[in-house]
């Protein structure tokens, strides 16, 4: 049976999320000139995925939540020591709860599987904005990892820029980070072959504080968010080698890079306290291009 979709609507932006399946979102439009910027799903009917699964053998669309690792790996310290992490982390495949709603606001909670922890989400429109609000509380010590994974459907020429802009950022597609200079934006088509993908941090010395989508006609996405716990940025490009559509996922995430253990071991992960509730947010604001909706 398909999943109960909610919708959050105000006289600028319309936001569609699953009540259950992993909490995704999958609609996120600006009224006042139409654009969609998430890449949508081919049909809503699609079965839930399996715990465990690969995420990239998996239907791509919309944005969902990592946690506690984004690559799969075992967790390496007490008291989850050699536990294994599925890929994508635990989020993605996990039946959430709706604990409020209206019809510009959505609460939903999660609770943790392998880990023992819950996560909760606050949506809430305002005017052109998504306020985004995170909560997650842990009986116990537990270093996790977190980062938004949406996936942002680009047009011909729609740029990426970040701010403030970094001198350079390390490519990690390989697994082994390399400096490269940051050109001061990305464009998938010119930057990326078809049929390949590009995944990028920012220096994780540099504090980036939002970064941000424009068409050429001027239609606008811009994230902010958090730097006091969300330090680090992760960028995701494709060009057609997993999703039908070209990407562009811009991904804050509060632990460097990709894999717990990595970040850990490089005192580079967030590190929840028993039972202190770590409290973080995102914005995204949306503005119209130079056509508009009638």
Same mark, same amino acid.
């Given at each position: 049976?398909? !999943? ?7 006289? /600028?932006? +319309?936001?569609?999320?699953? %009540? ?12 006042? /000139? ?65 604990? &409020? &709603? ?38 116990? !010590? ?8 949406? #996936? ?6 729609? =740029? ?19 400096? #490269? ?17 590009? *995944? ?8 980036? =504080? =939002?970064? =941000? ?9 811009? *994230?902010?968010? !958090?730097?006091? /716990? ?20 811009? +991904? ?9 253990? &990595? %970040? ?31």
């Amino acid at each position: 049976m398909p !999943d109960e979709v909610i919708t959050l609507e105000n006289e /600028d932006l +319309e936001v569609r999320v699953m %009540a259950r399946q992993g909490g995704r979102v999958t609609q996120l439009v600006n009224r006042r /000139d139409l654009r969609e910027w998430l890449v949508g799903p081919r049909t809503m009917a699609s079965t839930r995925p399996a715990s465990g699964g690969i995420y990239t053998d998996t239907p791509h669309f919309g944005w969902d939540e990592m946690l506690p690792t984004i690559d799969p790996c075992m967790y390496p310290n007490e008291p989850y020591v050699g536990v294994a992490l599925a890929d994508h982390g635990e989020l993605w495949t996990a039946q959430w709860m709706v604990t &409020r &709603r209206s019809p510009t606001s959505l609460c939903q909670e999660v609770h943790g599987r392998t880990l023992a922890f819950t996560f909760e989400r606050s949506l809430e429109l305002r005017g052109p904005v998504l306020r985004c609000e995170y909560r997650c509380v842990t009986p116990v !010590d537990t270093a996790m990892l977190w980062a938004l994974h949406p #996936q942002f459907a680009t047009r011909d020429g729609t =740029s990426l820029r970040l701010h403030p802009e970094p001198r350079n950022v390390l490519v990690t597609s390989d697994g082994v980070p390399r400096v #490269q200079d940051w050109s001061g934006d990305l464009v998938v088509e010119r930057d990326i072959e078809p049929g390949d993908d590009l *995944m990028i941090y920012a220096d994780p010395s540099t504090t980036i =504080s =939002s970064a =941000s989508l424009r068409d050429l006609d001027g239609s606008s996405l811009e *994230m902010t968010w !958090d730097t006091s /716990d969300v330090r680090y940025l992760g960028i995701w490009a494709d060009h057609g080698r997993f999703s039908r559509d070209r990407v562009i996922a811009i +991904e804050p995430t509060n632990g460097f890079f990709d894999e717990l253990t &990595r %970040a850990t071991n490089s005192g580079r992960a967030t590190l929840f306290r028993a039972n202190v509730p770590e409290e973080w947010w995102v914005e995204i604001t949306l503005r119209p291009g130079r056509t508009t909706a009638p």
